[in-house]
């Protein structure tokens, strides 16, 4: 288990043994989907719990820019612009496969780290 989902284990025992997790909206039913079909499967815990705290992992944010520059490239009738936009394509998937193969970069992931132990350190002390 890594440190990720040890830290949402921990918060959600401690908040299940104060009983805040009791009657809650929805309680017993499916969680909504999400549109993390282009996320490795093994990173999509990490990503949901992320996305929860209020941060975008820098490859979701890449791919969604990969989706709209291709429907950008798929209506644009002028030569120059479409151009222009391939070669924003081309910079995106470059980003992204530079990120790719370790899931996040090791700088970025010590950032989320960082950012979640503050977050949570924070909620803590209230």
Do not use: C, W
């Not at 440190?3 to 909206?25: M, S």
């Amino acid at each position: 288990m890594d440190l990720i989902d040890q830290i949402a284990e921990r918060h959600i025992e401690r908040a299940r043994a104060r009983g805040e997790l009791d009657d809650l909206p929805g309680s017993g039913k499916p969680l909504p989907t999400e549109d993390l079909a282009m996320v490795p499967e093994h990173l999509r815990a990490g990503y949901r719990l992320l996305k929860g705290a209020g941060f975008i992992p820098p490859e979701i944010e890449t791919l969604r820019q990969i989706r709209d520059t291709e429907a950008l490239i798929a209506r644009v009738e002028d030569p120059q612009a479409r151009a222009e936009a391939a070669r924003r394509l081309r910079l995106l998937e470059t980003r992204l496969s530079e990120g790719r193969g370790h899931g996040l970069n090791t700088v970025t992931r010590m950032q989320y780290q960082d950012a979640l132990n503050r977050a949570f350190s924070d909620r803590e002390g209230d």
